[in-house]
């Protein structure tokens, strides 16, 4: 019997054929040498089994929380297993949930609704996180705002604002501190100390392809959690209303009541606050955050004077597409179609029908441009246009007001 080693994980063993032994021959030949040789057969047969995964376990009754994947085509033909454990990401989750679960909150709103036919009261739901331990919670704007008229209802904006925490079957009564429409942001308060506030991590150094975890209150289902990966980042996004966010996208489950949730990353810090999904046939796992990064400046914003302050043109534009351009002999850009009265913009000396083609230098071709360059002034900063006045470019300088 003869014992060859591979460079593999698999010890091969070659038995040779056994020879007749002659009769009368001594107990040393005819038992010992047999059973010794059988022995150590049986422990390298042994010894093989265990080098192979499956057979070990099968062996020692254990099992092993893992998927079988192919692998790679050098080794296809051999038929090797090669096993990727789930336990690391289980322990993940279970340790991102348990950080986080505390930070979020349920949120129930009441408004009241008055058509040609009654007056009645509605309920909605939502989620928010927990940014101070004395009761500062941001949300979405859209849950607690849901103030609208058309020509056959009127909804009030919300007459009572609720708020559940985690483990606690209290209802807090919260304050609604400051709302901004244009980021779908706002601040809520409960009157208690002591809370859990949530670990904010950096949105800026988000990678498509990561770990990603959505906690909320879906469906009233409070202080759930799906998971997923990051799908894509800077997506921009434009809602019923038209406006155009810049969003994380994530394929976590994320349904009605998740607003204003958190989506967090593999160390429970919240990277996002869940806003909205895509809905329709054929959709399916398309959910959108605002970047936390985003929010810092709006919250305290929020907290410190009850709304935003940012700076202000005073005008209303349209978009110059070139096919637009050519039809109507102007240039591209953003055409300035209204002006507010005493704006920066009547100030400045701009004039209905210019077309704006600068903002500081950079070339502008949609009112999102122009607006994206505007805020990252100040109240009070000079910002440089250059327009198209008649087929004649202009320079003007205006300072940028408070935005009524």
């Known amino acids: 019997m003869e014992e060859n080693k591979n460079e593999t994980n698999y010890r091969v063993v070659n038995y040779s054929e056994p020879k007749n032994e002659k009769k009368g021959g001594s107990f040393g030949k005819s038992v010992l040498l047999p059973f010794?040789?059988?022995?150590?057969?049986?422990?390298?047969?042994?010894?093989?089994?265990?080098?192979?995964?499956?057979?070990?376990?099968?062996?020692?009754?254990?099992?092993?929380?893992?998927?079988?994947?192919?692998?790679?085509?050098?080794?296809?033909?051999?038929?090797?297993?090669?096993y990727?454990?789930?336990?690391?990401?289980?322990?993940?989750?279970?340790?991102?949930?348990?950080?986080?679960?505390?930070?979020?909150?349920?949120?129930?709103?009441e408004y009241s609704v008055n058509s040609v036919f009654r007056t009645s009261t509605s309920q909605a739901e939502g989620s928010g996180i927990i940014i101070t331990e004395d009761g500062y919670i941001l949300t979405n704007?859209?849950?607690?705002?849901?103030?609208?008229?058309?020509?056959?209802?009127?909804?009030?904006?919300?007459?009572?604002?609720?708020?559940?925490?985690?483990?606690?079957?209290?209802?807090?009564?919260?304050?609604?501190?400051?709302m901004d429409e244009q980021t779908d942001l706002a601040v809520i308060k409960i009157n208690k100390t002591g809370l859990t506030a949530a670990q904010l991590g950096n949105s800026d150094?988000?990678?498509v392809g990561e770990f990603s975890m959505a906690v909320g209150n879906p469906l009233g289902l409070?202080?759930?959690?799906?998971?997923?990966?990051?799908?894509?980042?800077?997506?921009?996004?434009?809602?019923?209303?038209?406006?155009t966010f810049t969003l994380i996208q994530t394929d976590a489950a994320i349904n009605s009541g998740n607003s204003g949730g958190a989506l967090v990353n593999a160390k429970g810090e919240v990277i996002g606050v869940n806003t909205l999904k895509l809905q329709g046939t054929g959709v399916e796992g398309m959910g959108f955050a605002i970047p936390i990064n985003s929010t810092r400046n709006i919250y305290e914003q929020l907290i410190t004077n009850g709304k935003v302050k940012r700076p202000y043109i005073g005008i209303s534009g349209k978009d110059v597409t070139e096919e637009l351009a050519r039809r109507n002999?102007?240039?591209?850009?953003?055409?300035?179609?209204?002006?507010?009265d005493f704006s920066a913009a009547q100030k400045s000396g701009l004039k209905?029908?210019?077309?704006?083609?600068?903002?500081?230098?950079?070339?502008?071709?949609?009112?999102?441009?122009?607006?994206e360059i505007k805020n990252t002034h100040q109240i009070g900063d000079t910002l440089k246009l250059k327009i198209n006045r008649n087929g004649q470019e202009l320079d003007i300088e205006l300072t940028l007001s408070e935005q009524p």
């Open 36 to 82: 010794m040789s059988g022995v150590l057969g049986a422990a390298l047969v042994v010894g093989t089994c265990f080098s192979v995964p499956s057979i070990k376990n099968e062996l020692l009754g254990q099992s092993n929380t893992s998927i079988p994947t192919s692998t790679s085509s050098n080794n296809s033909s051999s038929g090797e297993v090669k």
């Open 84 to 109: 990727i454990s789930l336990e690391n990401y289980s322990d993940t989750a279970i340790s991102v949930a348990d950080k986080i679960r505390p930070s979020i909150v349920g949120i129930k709103v």
């Open 141 to 178: 704007n859209h849950i607690v705002n849901s103030a609208s008229t058309n020509s056959y209802y009127e909804v009030s904006k919300a007459n009572k604002v609720s708020v559940y925490l985690f483990n606690d079957e209290t209802e807090y009564e919260a304050e609604i501190i400051g």
């Open 205 to 207: 150094e988000v990678k």
């Open 222 to 243: 409070q202080s759930s959690v799906t998971c997923g990966v990051i799908s894509a980042i800077n997506r921009k996004v434009t809602d019923n209303d038209g406006k």
């Open 329 to 340: 002999n102007l240039v591209v850009g953003v055409y300035v179609a209204s002006i507010e």
């Open 352 to 371: 209905i029908g210019d077309v704006i083609i600068q903002a500081d230098g950079k070339t502008v071709t949609t009112m999102d441009e122009l607006t």
